[in-house]
């Protein structure tokens, strides 16, 4: 079984959807749960077989699809990877959990479990169509349960979410059929297997003209800077549930995809774009680090502070070594595990009071302790305080940046700064203080059922903080190998002084200015 | 005194002729049958057109089956020319033929249907379509579209609702002036080579170097104008809408698939060795008809209130992402457009389908047309499965993967990659984001807004019968799982069209 591992894993929850249609609806939830439960359990099992030591890829499985045209289901993990694969198990489980009272509850359980098989096919993907594939397919879940659960301006939101990625991903598509022809031209097969494309080496104009394509799909997933518009109205709209998911799983298919597309594919041009891109990334960190300070919604803070971390993943990435890399990655997991949870703790106080707006609360802490205090740990998760797993990723990314640029890597280093304060100055206005509202006084403390929800994401961003050697190890691993073959690939003089030779001997160079001072 | 003719019958290859005689032995049958004993109900007819239909699906299994052993075969004097591309398109108008007709068995009564003759023109248009694809004999080919033509425009008059004639004239007016642009651009081309065969008039031109290039463009100018017609290429699709809307829905979803596969086999053919010889003109004419119709039509349908006339518009728009396959003109791209064409008959033959089976014979209050969108609002709550399935076929037409078109458009974009038409790709590209719109506009309000015309979700499917249902069925296991047979059909498609020297 192992050996098909990631199918079963992509299929569990779509054949598990299938069969839901025949659950009478009363008892759709406990099937819910289990069937998540079994899909979470199977990627602990996954993670148990997997091996640490190993930089490339794991459970590879290969079926011929359209072997004319070079279209092959083939999927495999390392150690990119797998950690999302688990988070996403991991999010559907607990989200399916925690889901409150939901009206049609049984049609949202069978979306979130196509949704599912969505998720970990991107991740488990190794072919570019397969990965398109359910890349596209996961906007149709997402589309419905924000255009049937979501707020008054739900359709409008919905949409906008699905044509902004619709289009881009076009784009995309272009270019994975470009990459292709020229694989075709070189090799003299068709292939869309991204290890086939890894081997090839691309010109340097070429590369520039690919990686826009590229990234126009990517940008807008993540979504980076000037292509961010769709994503503050699809949290606002969406149900908690769905802006969960969103936030945890589906924005990463952006930056994961930049780390398996971008960075080995097109190393030069990876290179060429560093400093545009990363100017970029800190606009995303600071620009909307100050929008969300001016929000009067408590969601709206959290779907800006979400954008404004992403900003530090792409700057992680575009750091092109193994520091900024890993860190780029393991904040996306840490993101992942963060925002998820902000997201739920907004629908905690949502259900109670059915508004939002942060003047509605106040005093919060007296009433609500325990809420308070889960709120106050991922808050302080959120803005990186150290033993938190943000800390980690953070710190990572800035040292990888720190490498290439040093201006900009304090500029990002602001914009957490801005970051810290306009979640606390949130957490201010919604806990201290004196409670104003009469509605307020009488609030239930959080339930069982969302503790359930909760608890495990405080372990996991306390445990991941204080000691993240388990996930960063084998993370590390792959994206040296990573860095390596880019480094091996790239043409430019320029990306050969952005991207480090791990190779190369490590020798430190004492200037002749240290030895002039020594005498 | 004459001299008597001696031909001796093995060379007149009377086997190149079968698949087209079996549907005219039908139809002349099903007219014998009713002359004889009247007042039979629709479904003998249905059933005999069926299986005249299945016979003519095995001859053409066996004409594939001689042709990638022996190659192209002539025959009849050498007017009749079976290559791989008569063959595939055969298979294309037949076999969507054979999905079609069961339409007929609906639940409500519709007095088409209980004409006999409806089923006799049915059968005589498949065997002209058949003509018009199995010949390079210009002649031939006029011929078989305006049989084809006038049985098409007949069928769509005896729909017989307010719309129907308005149609059926507008069709036929429109499709009299393209036989017109046919018949003088068939003219200047025997004039200038004196030949009415298209491989023969390609040499001849080739021979002398283009040297009448004015007339040459002409003719390609008349040409294209009928084929821009036949095709509903902007600007000359002005009828397609209103005759889509006047038509049943069924009849809607056939138009929009089997007329045009036999007009753009006419049509590669014919613009094969013209976009081949390089003539710049014709290559920004092209062009240019692809790019608007894709665009302008995607446009159009982003703004119709019912779901009939926008899924006319897409058609359209659909007929445009094809047409690039004929300026791209490699064989990628000829392989590209019999893939895409079959993949395009299963899905948009469904969703028709799907409006046929909700077809209503009075229209409720509050309703101007008799699909507008309103009336499947909040279909998730009253017919879910109905609903699903509709969200599928969109979904499908929409390119999202792995339903079929998304393979289809796939493989056409790629074509237009290879061959180095890189902004044409991305225009393919984002002219399918824009069609993604009006797709999810259906979706948006099957699944996301409340009921409006009642909670009863038996009325999405009050026209159904078992023999819809199976070909719905049928559309949608097509639809899913296209994945699996995309490769077989691309090499079937590829080796046929490339054996054809295309």
């Known amino acids: ?519 | 005194m004459l001299a008597p003719v001696n031909i001796p019958l093995e060379s007149l290859n009377v086997m190149t002729l079968t698949p087209m005689l079996i549907p005219i032995i039908g139809a002349l049958l099903i007219l014998v049958v009713d002359v004889l004993k009247g007042g039979l109900d629709k479904s003998l007819y249905v059933v005999l057109s069926l299986l005249f239909l299945a016979m003519d699906f095995f001859s053409l299994l066996s004409g594939a089956g001689v042709f990638s052993q022996n190659g192209t075969m002539l025959g009849m004097f050498d007017v009749m020319l079976v290559d791989g591309l008569a063959i595939l398109a055969q298979f294309i108008i037949v076999g969507a033929s054979m999905l079609f007709i069961p339409l007929a068995l609906t639940h409500k009564r519709f007095h088409e249907f209980s004409y006999p003759e409806f089923f006799a023109l049915f059968l005589f248009m498949i065997g002209g379509f058949q003509f018009m694809v199995a010949t390079d004999n210009i002649i031939l080919v006029f011929v078989g579209l305006e049989t084809s033509s006038l049985a098409l425009y007949t069928l769509i008059a005896m729909h017989n609702r307010d719309k129907s004639f308005e149609a059926a004239v507008k069709y036929f007016t429109m499709g009299a002036l393209a036989a017109g642009f046919f018949s003088f651009g068939a003219m200047i081309f025997y004039a200038l080579t004196g030949s009415v065969e298209i491989h023969k008039i390609a040499l001849i031109l080739a021979a002398n170097g283009y040297a009448d290039m004015g007339y040459v463009l002409v003719g390609v100018a008349f040409m294209l104008a009928a084929f821009a017609f036949k095709l509903s290429l902007i600007p000359f699709h002005t009828w397609a809408p209103d005759v889509y809307e006047g038509s049943s829905a069924a009849m809607a979803g056939y138009m929009s698939i089997v007329p045009k596969i036999a007009a753009f086999v006419v049509a590669m053919r014919f613009f094969e060795f013209l976009v081949h010889s390089h003539i710049v003109w014709l290559e920004i004419v092209l062009y240019a008809f692809v790019v608007l119709t894709m665009t302008a039509s995607n446009m159009w349908a982003l703004v119709q209130t019912d779901v009939k006339r926008m899924l006319a518009y897409s058609s359209i728009s659909h007929a445009g992402f094809v047409m690039a396959a004929i300026l791209i003109g490699t064989t990628q791209a000829n392989s590209a457009l019999f893939l895409y064409w079959v993949l395009f008959s299963f899905t948009n033959l469904g969703s028709f389908s799907m409006l046929w089976i909700s077809r209503q014979k009075h229209l409720p209050a509050g309703q101007s047309s008799d699909h507008s969108y309103n009336k499947f609002a909040g279909m998730i709550k009253t017919a879910p499965m109905t609903a699903v399935i509709m969200g599928l076929f969109m979904l499908s037409l929409a390119g999202v993967p792995p339903f079929a078109l998304f393979w289809g458009k796939l493989y056409m974009i790629s074509s237009a990659v290879t061959s180095g038409y890189t902004i044409l790709a991305l225009i393919m590209a984002l002219n399918s984001a824009i069609a993604g719109y009006y797709y999810l506009k259906l979706i948006v309000y099957m699944f996301m807004k409340e009921p409006v015309v009642g909670t009863n979700g038996s009325m999405y499917v009050s026209n159904a019968t078992i023999a819809l249902k199976t070909i719905i069925g049928i559309a949608a296991i097509g639809t899913i799982f296209a994945f699996v047979a995309i490769n077989p059909l691309l090499e079937f498609i590829t080796a046929f069209v490339y054996n054809s020297g295309y």
């Open chain 1, 1 to 519: 079984m192992l050996d098909h591992i990631l199918s079963v894993l992509i299929f569990f929850p779509a054949l598990a959807a299938v069969f839901g249609f025949m659950i009478q609806k009363e008892s759709m939830r406990a099937y819910g749960i289990a069937a998540s439960f079994i899909e979470f359990v199977l990627a602990l099992v996954l993670w148990y077989a997997f091996d640490n030591h190993v930089a490339g890829m794991q459970f590879m499985e290969s079926i011929p699809l359209i072997p004319a045209f070079g279209i092959n289901y083939t999927l495999g993990v390392d150690g990119i990877s797998v950690f999302i694969v688990i988070l996403s198990a991991f999010f559907t489980f607990l989200g399916i959990a925690s889901l409150t009272d939901t009206p049609r509850e049984k049609n949202m359980i069978i979306t979130l479990l196509f949704l599912q098989m969505t998720m970990v096919g991107v991740f488990a993907a190794l072919d570019a169509i397969v990965f398109y594939t359910f890349w596209e397919l996961s906007l149709v879940p997402m589309l419905y349960i924000i255009g049937a659960w979501g707020g008054p301006l739900r359709v409008y939101a919905s949409i906008k979410f699905f044509l902004y990625t619709f289009a881009g991903s076009l784009v995309m598509l272009v270019g994975m059929l470009f990459m292709a022809y020229f694989y075709y031209q070189a090799a003299g097969v068709w292939s869309f297997s991204i290890l086939d494309w890894y081997r090839l080496v691309l010109p340097e104009n070429f590369q520039l003209w690919l990686f826009l394509a590229f990234f126009i799909g990517f940008a807008i997933k993540v979504p980076m800077f000037p292509f961010h518009t769709w994503l503050p109205y699809a949290h606002g709209q969406a149900p908690t549930i769905g802006s969960v998911i969103l936030a945890a799983i589906l924005l990463k298919m952006g930056t994961y995809a930049f780390v398996r597309f971008s960075l080995p594919l097109f190393p030069d041009a990876s290179a060429y774009f560093m400093i545009p891109i990363a100017v970029l990334a800190i606009i995303m960190v600071i620009y909307t680090a100050m929008v969300a300070y001016a929000q009067k919604d408590i969601k709206q803070v959290v779907a800006y502070s979400s954008i404004s971390h992403m900003g530090i993943i792409i700057l992680g990435t575009f750091a092109l070594n193994v520091e900024g890399i890993s860190g780029s990655i393991f904040l996306m997991l840490g993101h992942g595990v963060v925002a998820g949870a902000l997201f739920m703790l907004v629908g905690v106080i949502y259900d109670r009071r059915h508004t939002k707006l942060m003047s509605e609360f106040g005093g919060l802490a007296h009433v609500m302790p325990r809420y308070a205090t889960i709120f106050g740990i991922m808050l302080m998760a959120s803005v990186g305080l150290p033993l938190t797993i943000n800390f980690v990723g953070e710190f990572l990314s800035l040292l990888g940046f720190y490498q290439q640029s040093h201006i900009l890597t304090l500029l990002a280093g602001t914009g957490i700064i801005v970051g810290a304060i306009y979640m606390l100055a949130a957490y201010k206005k919604a806990f201290f203080g004196d409670i104003t509202k009469e509605e307020n006084k009488n609030l239930s403390d959080v339930n069982k059922k969302e503790l359930f929800g909760l608890i495990p994401l405080v372990i996991v961003a306390i445990w991941l903080g204080v000691y993240p050697k388990p996930v960063l190890d084998p993370i590390n691993n792959s994206v040296e190998a990573i860095v390596q073959l880019m480094h091996e690939k790239s043409t430019t003089a320029l990306a050969k002084e952005r991207i480090p030779d791990l190779t190369a001997p490590k020798v430190v160079v004492v200037k002749e200015t240290i030895i002039e001072e020594v005498n």
